[in-house]
C-alpha cells in the first residue's frame, strides 16, 4: 500500500504549464524541495551565468498536506520531461502532485483533473538521485530598482530585441528618469525601447541611486520572459558589471527569480 509523503492541489494547471516551459528552458535537470511551508527549487543553467529560484508557499495551493517524517523531501526532476507532461494540461484544468512510497521506491505523480477529482489523468515521473548544489541566494545591493505591472511588454521587447542582437544593454538615466533597452547588430542596426518612468502607467514604483549601464544575454531574456505571461508584476534590478535581478510575482505570493551574469 502506497504511503503519501506530500500533497498538492492548484487551481490552475496553466500556470504550471508556463513555469515548466520556462525552467526547462534553462536548465536541464533540478531538486524541487517539498517542506510543509512550500515548494522551491534553485538551480544553475549548465554554463554558470544565470540562476532560477522558484518559491511557491504552501498557502499558494487550494490543498496542501505534508506527511512526511523528514523536514524536507527532495524531488529530482528531469526538466525537459516535466514540460512534456506539463503540456497534457488543459486551460481550465486543476493540477495534482503527489509524492508517494511503496516500500522503498518513490514516486512523483502529476494528475490533471476538472471540477472534481473524480476523473483524473495520471503522469509518474521517476525521481531522479541529483546532488544537492548549495547556492547561496544573497541579497545584492543595486542601484536601480523598477517595478513593472502588469509586465506584458516585457516578452514582446524581447522578441524584438532578438530580431537585432545578441545583446541587450539597459540604460537608467537618473537626470530624465528614464529606463532604456537597446539591442545593436553587428552591421549596426538597432532597436530601442525606452520608459519614461515617471509618466508610464506599467510603473507602479521606481528608485535610480545612479546613472548606469549594463550588458546582458538576450537569448537567456527571451526565455525569462515567457514568464511575464503568468505573472502579476516584474521587479528588475541591477547595477553596472552586476548581475541582473528579475523577480515575477506570481498569484498567491508565489515567485519565480533569475539572476543573470552581465556581458563584460
Given at each position: ?37 512550500k515548494l522551491e527549487l534553485l538551480a544553475m543553467d549548465d554554463s554558470r ?39 497534457r494540461g488543459k486551460a481550465k484544468d486543476s493540477i495534482k502532485f503527489l ?70 544593454e539597459i540604460v537608467a538615466d537618473k537626470d530624465q528618469e528614464l529606463l ?85
Open positions: 500500500m502506497a504511503t503519501i509523503l506530500w500533497e498538492a492541489i492548484h487551481d490552475s494547471a496553466k500556470i504550471w504549464k508556463e513555469l515548466a516551459a520556462v525552467i526547462a528552458g534553462i536548465i536541464s535537470e533540478g531538486n524541487f524541495i517539498a517542506t510543509n511551508e551565468v544565470s540562476l532560477v529560484y522558484l518559491d511557491f508557499p504552501s498557502d499558494a495551493f487550494a490543498r496542501w498536506n505534508y506527511n512526511a517524517e523528514d523536514e524536507r523531501l527532495k524531488i529530482g526532476v528531469n526538466f525537459a520531461d516535466f514540460k512534456r507532461v506539463m503540456a509524492l508517494k512510497k511503496e516500500g522503498e521506491k518513490a514516486y512523483f505523480t502529476v494528475a490533471f483533473f476538472r471540477g472534481t477529482e473524480a476523473a483524473q489523468r495520471a503522469f509518474n515521473l521517476p525521481i531522479l538521485d541529483i546532488p544537492e548544489e548549495r547556492i547561496p541566494l544573497k541579497e545584492l545591493a543595486y542601484k536601480v530598482r523598477v517595478v513593472f505591472s502588469p509586465p506584458t511588454f516585457f516578452a514582446d521587447m524581447m522578441r524584438d530585441a532578438k530580431v537585432v542582437g545578441e545583446e541587450l532604456i533597452f537597446r539591442a545593436v547588430s553587428e552591421t549596426g542596426g538597432t532597436y530601442e525601447y525606452s520608459v519614461n518612468l515617471r509618466e508610464s502607467g506599467d510603473v507602479v514604483e521606481f528608485n535610480i541611486e545612479e546613472t548606469s549601464s549594463a550588458r546582458y544575454s538576450v537569448d537567456f531574456l527571451t526565455k525569462f520572459a515567457r514568464a511575464a505571461k503568468i505573472a502579476e508584476s516584474l521587479t528588475i534590478q541591477y547595477s553596472k558589471q552586476m548581475p541582473l535581478q528579475l523577480d515575477f510575482s506570481l498569484p498567491g505570493g508565489a515567485r519565480l527569480t533569475f539572476l543573470l551574469a552581465p556581458r563584460l
